[in-house]
């Protein structure tokens, strides 16, 4: 079944539809809510929230957009309240990996080049990082990122492009040792 005949039959009783749409979009909507937040608890509650907020106000949806593009746009409304809320940066959780010498380094390095680019493109402005998050990690088209972020494909793709060349930028100053 499509997301359409999901909802439909959601409304007819059928509680399982709804689940079968959580399991379709969880995974989606908890990536996107850590790569806005950095916070793995806050992705989790955000995710939760954002399927809460979906159900109790399925009645609004009214099938102009696809019901994944209408999902994004509540995740990252609830990623822009949390960011609103907490504007300090937060580490990211340590995971005790045990592995040997050489793989520990690769784990250490990738952390790294993790870290430096999530903190990069947290200086990337709002809309930018948006652009960049929902093309290139969510995959997701000009006209879907369009239609979340409620502005033209034009506007995507200069956010994108914009956003691209002042991560670049960041990352270059990172590399020549000129950030701190």
Same mark, same amino acid.
């Given at each position: 079944?499509?997301? =359409?005949?999901?909802?439909? @039959?959601?409304? @007819?009783?059928?509680?399982?539809?709804?689940?079968?749409?959580?399991?379709?979009?969880?995974?989606?909507?908890?990536?996107?809510?850590?790569?806005?937040? @950095?916070?793995?608890?806050?992705?989790?509650?955000?995710?939760?929230?954002?399927?809460?907020?979906?159900?109790?106000?399925?009645?609004?949806?009214?099938?102009?957009?696809?019901?994944?593009?209408?999902?994004?746009?509540?995740?990252?409304?609830?990623?822009?309240?949390?960011? +609103?809320?907490?504007?300090?940066?937060?580490?990211? =959780?340590?995971?005790?990996?045990?592995?040997?010498?050489?793989?520990?380094?690769?784990?250490?390095?990738?952390?790294?080049?993790?870290?430096?680019?999530?903190?990069?493109?947290?200086?990337?402005?709002?809309?930018?990082?948006?652009?960049?998050?929902?093309?290139?990690?969510?995959? =997701?088209?000009?006209?879907?990122?369009?239609?979340?972020?409620?502005?033209?494909? +034009?506007?995507?793709?200069?956010?994108?492009?914009? +956003?691209?060349?002042?991560?670049?930028?960041? =990352?270059?100053?990172?590399?020549? +040792?000129?950030?701190?």
């Amino acid at each position: 079944m499509d997301d =359409l005949e999901l909802i439909e @039959s959601y409304r @007819s009783g059928n509680e399982t539809a709804m689940e079968e749409l959580i399991l379709k979009y969880q995974k989606n909507i908890y990536r996107l809510a850590y790569r806005m937040t @950095s916070d793995m608890e806050e992705s989790k509650d955000i995710a939760q929230n954002t399927f809460l907020q979906a159900i109790k106000n399925l009645d609004k949806f009214r099938r102009e957009s696809l019901f994944k593009t209408w999902l994004y746009q509540i995740a990252i409304n609830l990623c822009l309240s949390f960011k +609103g809320k907490h504007r300090h940066n937060h580490e990211e =959780l340590q995971e005790n990996i045990v592995v040997n010498q050489s793989g520990a380094l690769n784990v250490i390095l990738n952390k790294e080049r993790d870290s430096l680019l999530m903190k990069s493109m947290s200086e990337v402005p709002e809309r930018q990082r948006l652009a960049i998050l929902l093309r290139t990690y969510e995959g =997701l088209n000009c006209r879907e990122v369009a239609d979340i972020m409620n502005i033209s494909e +034009g506007a995507v793709r200069a956010n994108y492009h914009n +956003g691209v060349k002042k991560l670049k930028e960041l =990352l270059k100053g990172y590399r020549h +040792g000129t950030k701190a």
